[in-house]
């Protein structure tokens, strides 16, 4: 079997699941949270790391090896698992959120989307045929079909991006050829529960492997967001995997969890860790403050990552402000570790029937970043073009 699902159980007191993804590369426990290594890498970590913090799944992304190296070159290689020496299982995202991000340099067709690289400008037309031939290439275990993400409120262009989302996904279930690749659908739809609707319908139609559910943390509140995902996750079949693409912060992971979602993907815990935020279990703290000069502690008292375990405060806030490279690296261990390790707890709770408590638990003692604010904007996926370049930097 190249691919597979397992549901073990359901929680009692909400939509919670917990299950196994089974692929070519290994077993995923779910719900998983999978770190996102934009340019075949981690950011700041290797792939020794990623298994000493216990990540079953990776994510890479399509648009950005498509440009740099390019998928020929990564193919002949020996695909994306030999190039970059990780051993487990790898989802490739289809590019289709970080051609939305670029505002200004893409054109929406039916045919597909012709766009300008932000490395050099370049001009380059993806269509569903040749994203699925790239994620063939990269040889990735979960491929995703090409999709259009629309701006949220917007009810026309939703309307319009639906249409094309659908179209290209019958598309992209033509032109995939490799068995042992798992191609997901995209429910998209914005914030309007009858488009994420019709969605759903249509795309389980196709009978995918698994379904994700995009345009969500694109610049709607939070509320929305839980309530699009109240409308969607029930519409998905109950023995296929739920994805959320683009999501990962604590509250939110939680908060998804309980609707029925089985996998996350974010950048936000490399990205929070290079400007010196860290997670801990009373919410952000920042490195930079002057409060840590002399703080012997760790980041956070009990947590058994590498950095809590060696290094203090006052040595990470040395290390930012002397802005050395292992300040990063420190930083992303044990932001990854917070994340990977709250999954660990949400599946233990929901095997015990208290993912409830654990949820009133953690978000009774963690200060949750305001909406609206800077800081905030680091959660949102789509803040801007600036945003998604970076993180390939």
Excluded at 336 to 356: C, K, P, Y
């Amino acid at each position: 079997m190249h691919f597979g699902f397992s549901l073990l159980h359901t929680d009692a007191t909400s939509h919670a699941r917990l299950g196994r993804i089974i692929t070519p590369h290994g077993e995923i426990a779910t719900p998983a949270f999978a770190p996102v290594g934009t340019q075949a890498t981690v950011k700041a970590l290797d792939p020794r790391d990623l298994h000493e913090l216990g990540a079953e799944l990776i994510l890479s992304n399509t648009y950005h090896l498509y440009l740099r190296p390019g998928a020929d070159v990564v193919a002949g290689l020996g695909g994306l698992h030999r190039f970059m020496g990780w051993d487990g299982p790898i989802l490739t995202d289809s590019g289709g959120f970080q051609l939305f991000s670029l505002a200004g340099r893409r054109t929406f067709s039916d045919e597909g989307v012709l766009f300008r690289s932000h490395i050099d400008g370049s001009q380059h037309l993806f269509t569903p045929e040749m994203v699925i031939h790239v994620q063939e290439q990269l040889g990735a275990d979960i491929i995703m079909c090409l999709d259009e993400c629309a701006e949220p409120h917007d009810r026309a262009y939703n309307e319009r991006a639906l249409a094309r989302t659908h179209a290209w996904a019958g598309r992209c279930v033509a032109a995939h050829t490799r068995p042992d690749q798992a191609l997901f659908g995209i429910v998209q739809g914005g914030i309007w529960a009858d488009l994420r609707q019709q969605s759903a319908e249509f795309l389980t139609a196709l009978d995918l492997p698994g379904y994700a559910i995009g345009g969500l943390s694109v610049g709607e509140s939070k509320a929305q967001m839980h309530a699009m995902l109240e409308v969607t996750a029930p519409l998905l079949p109950a023995g296929k995997p739920r994805y959320l693409m683009g999501v990962g912060a604590p509250e939110d992971l939680l908060e998804s969890v309980a609707r029925g979602i089985d996998l996350f993907d974010c950048v936000l815990p490399t990205r929070l860790a290079r400007n010196a935020a860290l997670f801990t279990r009373q919410g952000r703290i920042n490195l930079r403050n002057a409060r840590f000069e002399r703080d012997p502690a760790p980041v956070e008292g009990g947590c058994g990552c590498y950095t809590c375990r060696h290094f203090s405060l006052a040595y990470l806030h040395h290390l930012f402000k002397a802005e050395e490279l292992l300040a990063y690296r420190l930083a992303t261990i044990h932001n990854v570790h917070f994340l990977l390790h709250l999954m660990r707890d949400i599946r233990a709770a929901i095997a015990a029937g208290r993912l409830s408590a654990l949820k009133e638990e953690f978000l009774s003692g963690y200060q949750l970043v305001p909406e609206g604010t800077r800081a905030a904007s680091l959660e949102r996926r789509g803040a801007t073009h600036k945003t998604h370049t970076d993180e390939a930097k």
